[in-house]
């Protein structure tokens, strides 16, 4: 009785499920917060300076003019039933000949930032 049950169950059709053996998409760049823009004697906390991940010139930086930056952080209370937060801002130009660039961001960022990770978006495009 039991094998007549099994061989009955094995004749129905299983649906497949397709799998994305595709890698995500990821539409953003991680950056390091390396610190204010700054002299010897005072600092621009309105000017953040970034290390964009393989980015090691000036003519590769440009293409990162105009990108938006989002930093991520998490806070302690709910707000828009969610802890993380975001400060929004805008890369504007290159920091001397290395790939450093300078953002600046809605609200300045907090010094706790420093050496975070940044998100850079690949948006809006001027291509």
Request: net charge positive; proline share 3%; aromatic share 10%.
């Amino acid at each position: 009785m039991k094998a007549e049950q099994q061989q009955k169950g094995a004749t129905k059709t299983v649906k497949k499920v397709k799998v994305n053996k595709k890698a995500p998409v990821r539409l953003w760049v991680k950056a390091v917060f390396t610190g204010f823009r700054r002299s010897k004697v005072q600092q621009n906390e309105n000017q953040a300076l970034l290390k964009i991940q393989h980015v090691d010139d000036v003519s590769s930086s440009r293409f990162y003019w105009g990108k938006r930056v989002a930093y991520i952080y998490k806070a302690h209370t709910l707000k828009n039933n969610t802890k993380f937060r975001t400060i929004w801002g805008r890369i504007s130009r290159s920091h001397g000949s290395n790939g450093v660039v300078i953002a600046r961001f809605n609200r300045n960022l907090p010094p706790r930032a420093i050496g975070s990770t940044l998100r850079v978006f690949l948006y809006p495009n001027r291509a």
